[in-house]
């Protein structure tokens, strides 16, 4: 059974940074492309950042402006998204994704292109 677990949500005020972390179990994780989506309230759910199995490249949503990385370490099971100059904007419910071994980035942008959800990790920027 494949668990992504998210954590390292919080409150904090706008310009601060934030790293957060999903661990995995229950596949194979240095053969999973992961991802991290998030949704605010009344929204439906958007891509922020993609990283292949291999950590070799990276895929960003264009509105980030270099603000945040992707980063995973397959020794640990563990993806990590570190959010630097967060704003009102940034705050929503960040969820961690993984796409079954063999998609090869086919949907890689949208929520269908990934087959493991985690339950999500709350992120509130005060301004």
């Known amino acids: 059974q494949v668990q992504l677990v998210e954590s390292g949500g919080a409150l904090v005020q706008a310009g601060d940074s934030l790293r957060l972390s999903c661990i995995a179990s229950?596949?194979?994780?240095?053969?999973?492309?992961m991802a991290w989506f998030r949704q605010a309230p009344g929204e439906e759910r958007e891509f922020v950042a993609s990283?292949?199995?291999?950590?070799?490249?990276?895929y960003y949503e264009d509105y980030l402006n270099g603000r945040f990385i992707i980063s995973r370490d397959n020794a640990k099971n563990t993806v990590y998204l570190q959010m630097n100059s967060l704003n009102h904007e940034d705050t929503a419910v960040y969820y961690c994704?993984?796409?079954?071994?063999?998609?090869?980035?086919?949907?890689?942008?949208?929520?269908?292109?990934?087959?493991?959800w985690g339950q999500g990790t709350r992120v509130t920027v005060s301004s």
């Open positions: 994704a993984a796409a079954r071994e063999g998609r090869g980035g086919l949907g890689r942008w949208v929520v269908g292109g990934y087959d493991y």
């Open positions: 229950g596949l194979r994780f240095s053969r999973n492309d």
């Open positions: 990283i292949v199995a291999s950590g070799r490249a990276t």
